[in-house]
Each structure stands twice: as structure tokens, then as C-alpha cells.
């Protein structure tokens, strides 16, 4: 890919809706990415899309551009209902459909055009009744979409445009045969927009787009690599007891902020948080496991900052939008060189960039020629030195504001069992325990010594 991130090709020259154009221009959009660039014109033509481009680089914005143009400019079917919604973006996870929709109201707040986000994991009445209120736009992943489908909720039979956003991981999540069962109820592909995007192109997503499109028209802004040129990658070859202190020491020495260590299975995921955790690290696991409500604060509190690194499983390999990620560790290699793409994507996104960092070892290490070749280039090896390998010093925990009211308290009340025991008096009541901290009676351990006032 060419290394501006955005093109001489402004939005203003293609003729857009004036309501689209302005929520584009009040979003601070005003030239096109190269994707966007090359997609935009035979899209809004009218003519099927088959997108590749690197993570990062405006697919989004391409597809939604021309989906609302086309539902502002193109009048809907005469016999259309309410429940009849006229757009349908489809996309593998929760997460990315979540971003899309958050992007579509963004760009589309001047249009007057309703959207309805179907996933799972959340009040399934709720949004029921969301399509029962008519939406303009569907942006769901595919399984509850057919759930609400079969009970008739909605129809498909007046969609203008339908989206398939990352093809590829449709097959590799397992969500292809529903996707086809989508697509073969829709519309004639004469009567309709079908756009269809990914970072990769493989076979059998081209064989998906032939087959339900209408003769789309393949475009890629990739040219020499499908990785972006601007992510510092190198790879370690440590033993496996070496990559927790190797991984410390490499976070400690970049002052990393707003990272993502990738781990195959939800034990490594739990592992690795616990021992960051321990070396003051604010850590937060993200997992397949992990409920919907929870999921997304966490990926809330890693935007704002919250949350220093996000130990995470393939789940969330695509569908995060965080520009500012600096690092990407890949703690364990993934089995599928197509997934090292997309996690590697999470850094160096819209122009910006970032290092990513693997850890070649354990069975996973075989995997690395498979990615070597998939991403056509060597991957530069780091050297692992003996400074690396030292386990850096744990870092104490900031004491709770309880734990340090507790401890004077613990103080006072010795001093004071003193004092009776002199005199012979009663012995005093021990005082009421402060929730919150770590003292006695809480899991966690004691609380910090304070001197007894007496012997301050």
C-alpha cells in the first residue's frame, strides 16, 4: 500500500446527498483513504464492490458512504413496510458491529436514517422491538439476525444494499452457511448493491462474492505486502519459562500504554493478567467468555485510558477500533497466519505507528514459517539478552484509603489494651473494621503496619 494514508481524492467531488456530505464534513472527514478512494466511485455508480485493504484503513467509511447515499437517492420499493429494512451489514463479531454502528451515526446523523445493532449476549426482547419499530439500517452479526428473521419479525424483500464486512472471518468463525441463508432471501442481485469487504481475499471468499453478487468488481489498495508498512514487527525466540520476565521487561522498558498481548486460550489469558497485575500493571482480560455488558466496558476503559494492557483471545483480533494502540505483543503465536494480520493490525492504524512483537516457542513456534510466507517477507528476529530474562521487581500496590484507616485503628486499639491492662479497667471494644481494603478479616493479606500513636 502507498504510504500516504490519505489521497488527493476529497469527497466533495463526488456528488454526495448534502446531509451526508455534512455529517462527513462535521466529522472531520474530507479526502478519501485509498481504499475509499478506489471503491467510492464504481460503488456509488452503482456497481458491486469486492474490497481488500490492510486493518485500519477506512473500509468502514467506504461502505457506509455508499450505503446511505444510495438509501438518500435511490427511492425504496413501492411495497415496502415498516419492518422492511432496506440496508443490511452483516459483520463476524459483536464488537465490530458495535464500531460500525457507532460509525454510521458519526457520518449519518444529518440523513434522518435509523439503524437497529442485532447481537448476542444482550436483551434479546429489546432489540425485537427495535425492528418491530421499523429501521432504515440493519447492522448485526448473523446468527440472532435469523432468529428474529424466522419469527418474521422483519423481511428482507426491500433491501437496496446489503454489506459483508471481513468475508474472511465469516468462514473462520463458522458463520458462512448463514451468511449464504441471508443471502440467498434477498432481492434479485440486479436490484440491489452488494458490497463486500476484507483485509484478505482468499478463494473462497471470491467464490462467496461471484456466486450472490452481481458480477462486483475487485478492488485492493494492497500492492506489495497485506501487512501494514508502518508496524515494526520482530520476533523472539525465548524458552517458554523466559517469555513472561522477557515480556515484563520489554513493557517496562517501552513505558507502554494502551497495549494488546494476544494469548490463544482463555487459561493463558487469565495467567498472563494475574502476573501483570502483580507488577502494577492496570490489566484487564478479554476472552470469549467474557459477557457482552462486561466485554464492552472493559474495551470502554482501554479507549479512555483506563486500562494500561488488554490481555486478549482471538475474539477480539478484529473489531476494536483503538487508533492509538502502540504495541501489539503476540504472547502466543496464533495457529492461522491470517489471524497475525488482523492482530498486528490493532497497531499503526489510519497513518499512525506501532511494533508488534512475537514470541516464538512452544508449539505454536511452528507455526511461524506458514506466517512468514502468508505475509510474503521475513519476520527480523530479536535477540533474547540475559537482561531481559531477569524478572523485574514487583511493584507494591498503592494502599486503600480503608487500609490506611484501618491500620491507625488496628494501632489505637493495641495502645488502648495497653492502657486497660495497666489499670486494671475493662478491656475496650475493638473498633468497627473499614470495608474496602485489605486488612484483617479480608482477603489479601494484613494491613500495613502504622505505628501505635504513642510511639509516633
Known sequence: MSEQVLTDCFFDNFDLHP????GLHESGFLR??????LTLPVALAGRDVAGQAQTGTGKTGAFLVAAMQRLLTVPALAERKETDPRCLVLAPTRELAIQIDKDFKNLGRHTGLKSALIYGG???DKQREQLRGGVDIIIATPGRLIDYFKQHVFSLRAVDVMVIDEADRMFDLGFIKDVRFLMRRLPPRDRRLGLLFSATLSYRVLELAYEHMNNPEKLSAETESVTASRVRQSVYFPATEEKMPLLLNLMLA?????SIVFVNTKIAAERVTTRLER???????????VPQKKRQKLL??????EVDVLVATDVAARGLHIPAVSHVFNYDLPNDPEDYVHRIGRTARLG???DAISFACDLYAMGLPDIESFIAQKIPVATVTPDLLVPPPKRERAAHPADVQNAVDDAADAAEVASAAKTGAD?????????GGRGRGNKGGSAPAVPAPDAQ
Do not use: M, N, W
Open 300 to 305: 470502554e476503559r482501554f479507549q479512555r485510558g
Open 254 to 258: 517501552a513505558d507502554v500504554q494502551r
Open 427 to 435: 478491656k475496650p471494644k475493638r473498633r468497627r473494621r473499614r470495608s
Open 122 to 124: 444482550v436483551d434479546y
Open 32 to 37: 478519501c483513504t485509498p481504499i475509499q478512494a
Open 19 to 22: 446531509s451526508l456530505l455534512a
Open 352 to 354: 499512525a505507528e506501532g
Open 279 to 289: 507488577h502494577g500493571l492496570r490489566v484487564g482480560a478479554l476472552s470469549g467468555d
